[in-house]
């Protein structure tokens, strides 16, 4: 009986495979005939050789907008339209919908209706002025649509401002400002779209948010951009750590006015390393400048290490008339990384031309001088933070302590 079911099962499994079979077949003959006719059914463009012509795409590009610019012009192409094709052209900007709603949406902008048409190039352009594209402020933004017959392209345009302001540098290196008699200095761009800038800067400041702008020294400025504008720390009254900017460009009757503030700091080291240096091996040196170990006979191992693991100028260093000091300091003094505080006590400390690595807190100022100019001197500090005995030394250091260490310690 058993044997009588399975047959049949087996049976009516082998029907079913036949039929599913004959589907797939009459399947793969439709899909035949489909894609055999596609060519018809979709009418695709050949060339004279039979082959299917594959068209390209629209694109448009645009000369933009800022703050200093009238107005601005979109020029695309068109690769599946014809020569004197009409191309219809608006903008598109956020609006609430006049039938109601709170969300803006992006509509078309009334007054902004064009028309332009293709040239023999398959290219074609459109100017609007910033009072028909209604762009106010900075950030505002229209789309504009070109749609004709057989092609279409759009194109996001955005006012942007024309003035750029950097933060403080020395040598092309950001820098904040410290309460000092050196000088770095802003770099002022003025980019309009339409054209390059051949007006003036007026740059201003005030120390205090109900102070007065005053015009700040070498305003109006003028000649090669960028535009460099001074910022010392003796800027800075007493007791009043921001300052405010103004920075003014005009053009054609158009006025973009970029404000910006600065706080300024304590004077400080500006840089922070680690180094090891290893008894006798090829790392016995340092090279403070760019945290480079070298041999302690290198002529650049401004510090390393004696055989009884004590920190010192290295020999090659020291023989070429170069000095480096040492005074017993603290980890609040470390911490606190003010450079001025770190002098004076360095001037008012017991120098000495080796540090002992474990006495006191590990702690020490140092004056490194390696010429007679005032920027070859550098104070700085280090903290010892590891010490294998009769192996090596491990430590922080702290330095550059004037703007124009910025352009070789690294």
Not at 198 to 205: F, H, M, Q, V, W
Request: contains cysteine; glycine residues 8%.
């Amino acid at each position: 009986m058993v044997g009588n079911l399975y047959n049949k099962v087996s049976k009516t499994f082998t029907k079913l495979k036949l039929i599913n079979m004959k589907k797939i077949i009459f399947f793969l003959f439709t899909m035949i005939l489909y894609i055999s006719c596609e060519d018809e059914r979709f009418n695709i463009p050949r060339d004279e050789d039979g082959n299917a012509i594959i068209t390209e795409v629209s694109s448009a590009t645009t000369t933009g907008i800022s703050t200093l610019d009238n107005g601005f012009t979109v020029n695309a192409t068109f690769p599946n339209a014809k020569s004197g094709d009409a191309m219809k052209v608006e903008c598109l900007q956020l609006q609430v919908p006049s039938g109601g709603g709170d969300a803006k949406q992006l509509l078309p902008l009334a007054g902004t209706q064009k028309e332009a048409t293709v040239g023999n190039d398959l290219k074609t352009f459109i100017t609007y002025t910033k009072e028909e594209a209604k762009l106010m402020n900075v950030g505002d933004y229209v789309t504009v649509v070109f749609a004709g017959a057989a092609d279409y392209a759009k194109q996001k345009v955005e006012m942007v401002t024309a003035t750029q302001v950097s933060k403080p540098k020395v040598a092309g290196i950001e820098v904040d400002v410290a309460r000092n008699e050196e000088t770095a200095y802003f770099e002022v761009k003025v980019e309009p779209k339409s054209a390059a800038y051949a007006g003036t800067l007026i740059a201003k400041r005030k120390n205090g948010v109900h102070d007065p702008f005053v015009n700040i020294a070498g305003s109006p400025f003028s000649g090669v951009q960028p535009f460099l504008v001074p910022i010392s720390g003796n800027d800075f009254v007493a007791g009043k750590d921001t300052m405010y900017y103004s920075f003014i460009a005009t053009s054609g009757g158009l006025t973009d006015e970029i404000q910006t503030s600065i706080i300024v700091r304590d004077p400080y080291f500006f840089l922070k390393k680690t180094a090891t240096l290893t008894l006798g091996g090829d790392g016995a040196g340092r090279d403070l400048l760019i945290n480079a170990a070298v041999v302690e006979t290198d002529s650049k191992a401004m510090i390393a290490l004696s055989e009884a693991l004590s920190l010192k100028g290295g020999s090659a260093w020291l023989t070429a008339g170069n000095t480096i000091e040492f005074v017993s300091s603290t980890e609040t003094m470390y911490s606190a990384n003010n450079s001025n505080d770190a002098i004076a006590a360095f001037n008012a400390g017991t120098k000495t031309t080796v540090a002992d690595p474990i006495a006191g807190e590990g702690v020490y100022i140092y004056k490194a001088v390696t010429g007679t100019d005032p920027e070859d001197v550098y104070y700085g500090m280090l903290k010892v933070i590891h010490v294998i005995p009769k192996v090596s030394v491990t430590l922080e250091y702290r330095i550059g302590n004037r703007y124009a260490h910025l352009a070789v310690v690294k």
